[in-house]
């Protein structure tokens, strides 16, 4: 029998208990060469780029590649794909092949998919509400935070309204705090409006939803800037426009970017009582500096960089490794623009290998004349060596190093590598202000649920790091202040001869 006609538990909305497990302990293991190139198909079809200019085509072939070297999500997006017919023909058999081969790896997002196929009938399904709900069930139980904030939504009401909400608030709320620790953005927004307007926790509200911010959920940045804008009880009954127009920047980006997140929020947009930091108000600049950071290798003298003259190669350019095929006599016209190399036409001692050695290829343009090369260094052998002929290596080409493919998606920001490099324990007070990484061992129990590319904070000098724990005992990660190491990466906010700080940027470019 086929995997999507399994048996499953029927949905119980009036459960009295719930196990909150996390995605990331479920999921398959991903190599680093197989995310390069799923974040590549990422690049290809990202919300920064307008629809025309998104390339399925070349996301499906990728996202092919990168399936096959064992990574789930390229497998899950591919068969989104074959479901809407993008880049690949429309084939819903092959989509729900591949959902229902990370079926049987034990992949949670594969079977929430499930449960939304069924709730759409695609393909061979019959649509069928009372299948779909079960598959939602099974998803939550394995740790699918998608399946887990939507049902936590149904079940945190107040009132029992089937199949719209049950009233169920206890399962509810953990599943929407077990989704939260994931780091769900929807459910960093449903959770932050249950407690504005049941629980009436207005302060721990207001963190839920500026952390659902950082998250990427529009909703919570839209909320705040109402809350703001108007002075609800959310915020103390404080009116504050600045605030408000910050929350409505970010949740109109977030709106045109879903991918976005904005971990460094705190950089532009920190909670009261905390002043707010002088803007130019540029709206880039806003979002730009709420980004998480991509810390790009330093950049080095390239070979042929520090020579002069003739020899001198621009920085970050390069030569090929080999010679064109084109060989001239010395003293003749030059045939083609580029660089040459010295060398002899016949290698028989060791000295005259030292020699050739030691050449560096020269710049000449077309029609110029080679210049007589200097063989004194050979001693009483110069006159007899093989004569000299030039080999042709090419003009110099750019060597720059391709952006990070979450920067090419938009959705991080570049910085060179900050020296002297700082590191330091999470126990341990912030020993200077700027956006810091964090990480465990990779070896830690919690490694794989913890160490995320957007697990950055702004931090101010003095101020203790962020607790290594959620906001929220359901779903929290039990990691040792001691065990998390934090690494500093720069980007601080300045403050001017007057004192007031404002929000700046420093990028690889700068």
């Not at 690049?43 to 920064?48: G, H, K, Q, Y």
């Not at 920085?315 to 006599?329: F, W």
């Not at 702004?458 to 065990?483: C, K, M, N, S, W």
């Amino acid at each position: 029998m086929q995997l999507r006609f399994t048996k499953l538990d029927a949905f119980d909305p009036h459960r009295q208990s719930f196990e909150c497990k996390h995605e990331a302990d479920a999921n398959p293991s991903i190599t680093a060469g197989a995310d390069m190139l799923f974040q590549q198909g990422m690049a290809a079809t990202s919300f920064d780029l307008w629809p025309d200019d998104r390339d399925y085509k070349k996301a499906a072939q990728i996202w092919m590649q990168a399936a096959g070297k064992g990574h789930w999500k390229a497998q899950l997006n591919l068969a989104g794909l074959y479901l809407q017919g993008l880049g690949v023909p429309q084939d819903a058999d092959k989509a729900l092949e591949l959902t229902e081969d990370l079926m049987r790896k034990g992949v949670p997002a594969a079977w929430d998919n499930m449960g939304a196929y069924y709730m759409g009938g695609i393909g061979p399904l019959k649509q069928d509400a009372t299948v779909a709900y079960a598959f939602w069930q099974k998803a939550a139980d394995m740790g699918s935070m998608a399946a887990q904030a939507y049902l936590g939504e149904k079940l945190d009401a107040g009132y029992d309204d089937p199949p719209s909400f049950w009233g169920n608030r206890p399962i509810g709320r953990q599943m929407l705090e077990c989704a939260f620790s994931q780091g769900s953005a929807k459910a960093a927004h449903e959770l932050g409006l249950s407690l504005d307007v049941v629980d009436k926790n207005y302060p721990l509200a207001l963190i839920v939803l500026h952390e659902g911010v950082k998250l990427g959920s529009e909703k919570a940045a839209n909320s705040l800037s109402v809350a703001f804008d108007t002075g609800r009880a959310l915020v103390d009954h404080r009116i504050d426009v600045a605030r408000a127009e910050r929350y409505s920047i970010l949740g109109d980006a977030l709106w045109r970017n879903p991918d976005l997140r904005f971990p460094n929020l705190d950089k532009v947009l920190p909670l009261p009582p905390a002043d707010l930091p002088k803007w130019d108000g540029n709206k880039q600049t806003l979002i730009d500096a709420a980004k998480a950071l991509m810390v790009q290798p330093a950049v080095r003298p390239t070979p042929g960089s520090q020579r002069t003259g003739r020899a001198h190669i621009p920085q970050s350019h390069g030569l090929q490794a080999q010679s064109r095929g084109v060989i001239v006599e010395a003293n003749t016209p030059v045939p083609h623009s580029g660089y040459w190399q010295p060398r002899l036409y016949a290698l028989h001692r060791e000295h005259e290998r030292v020699w050739e050695r030691a050449q560096s290829p020269q710049h000449y343009d077309k029609g110029e004349t080679f210049e007589t090369v200097d063989r004194s260094s050979m001693g009483p052998y110069a006159n007899v060596a093989p004569r000299t002929v030039w080999h042709y290596m090419g003009e110099a080409v750019s060597m720059t190093v391709a952006p990070h493919p979450l920067v090419a998606q938009g959705i991080a920001r570049s910085i060179c590598a900050p020296e002297p490099r700082v590191h330091c324990r999470g126990s341990e007070p912030c020993p200077r202000t700027g956006v810091w990484f964090a990480s465990i061992p990779k070896d830690h129990l919690f490694a794989a649920r913890h160490n995320r590319w957007d697990r950055q904070a702004y931090i101010e000098q003095g101020q203790p790091f962020p607790a290594p724990t959620t906001l929220h005992e359901a779903g929290g990660i039990t990691v040792a202040a001691r065990d998390i190491r934090w690494h500093w990466i720069g980007d601080a906010n300045r403050a001017d001869a007057s004192g007031h700080v404002h929000v700046t940027l420093t990028t690889i470019d700068s």
